[in-house]
T-cell receptor
Framework: GAGVSQSPSNKVTEKGKDVELRCDPI?????LYWYRQSLGQGLEFLIY????????KSGLPSDRFSAERTGGSVSTLTIQRTQQEDSAVYLC??????????FGNGTRLTVT | TQLLEQSPQFLSIQEGENLTVYCNSS?????LQWYRQEPGEGPVLLVT?????EVKKLKRLTFQFGDARKDSSLHITAAQPGDTGLYLCAGAQGTYKYIFGTGTRLKVLA
């Protein structure tokens, strides 16, 4: 597809379970970002990839959160031992360096 | 730490009215972007402003970047129901980092 694709679009999980969120960026976009959005508010930066490297992980809330990117393309955000406060919409964006961000439609995560 | 404050947080107006949304920070940004987000979708870029004092117009939307590149405003003339959504400003720091504002939820009533 032409845009950023995220899957699943919705995920309901029980507290304590692990979840994996996937992002397929626009082809040729070297930069990839993960953001978190709670209750339709502003976006909280989580992590930035340039190629397969993550030079900025400063926004990851705890060591339960991790992310990787392979082949300079697909990225996976993993949350271990989910907690209720992890419930939010997780947004992925990609871009060429120093160019505007293109966002996916997000994954809505609900932890029960 | 939230570096960009938007005001108002919520705004409900009648069709045809004018409105202004503000985005303020104590930090300097190399550029500033405005996005609009609709329910169930990701934010979509409206405009990028780069130069202090710059004004950009996009049909009924007017964007201004403050002289010191710390603040910005979005003015909508004669609002329409199709303008309804969440408006987000985002300041660029360096070559890759974008700090997003707290958001302004606009509802335009027909």
């Amino acid at each position: 597809g032409a845009g950023v694709s995220q899957s699943p679009s919705n995920k309901v999980t029980e507290k304590g379970k692990d979840v994996e969120l996937r992002c397929d960026p626009i082809s040729g976009h070297t930069a990839l970002y993960w953001y978190r959005q709670s209750l339709g508010q502003g976006l909280e930066f989580l992590i930035y990839f340039q190629g397969n490297s993550a030079p900025d992980k400063s926004g990851l809330p705890s060591d339960r959160f991790s992310a990787e990117r392979t082949g300079g393309s697909v990225s996976t955000l993993t949350i271990q031992r989910t907690q209720q406060e992890d419930s939010a919409v997780y947004l992925c964006a990609s871009s060429r360096l120093s160019s505007p961000l293109h966002f996916g439609n997000g994954t809505r995560l609900t932890v029960t | 730490t939230q570096l960009l404050e938007q005001s108002p947080q919520f705004l409900s107006i009648q069709e045809g009215e004018n409105l202004t949304v503000y985005c303020n920070s104590s930090s300097v940004f190399s550029s500033l972007q405005w996005y609009r987000q609709e329910p169930g979708e990701g934010p979509v870029l409206l405009v990028t402003v780069v130069t202090g004092g710059e004004v950009k117009k996009l049909k009924r939307l007017t964007f201004q970047f403050g002289d010191a590149r710390k603040d910005s405003s979005l003015h909508i003339t004669a609002a329409q129901p199709g303008d309804t959504g969440l408006y987000l400003c985002a300041g660029a720091q360096g070559t890759y980092k974008y700090i997003f504002g707290t958001g302004t939820r606009l509802k335009v009533l027909a």
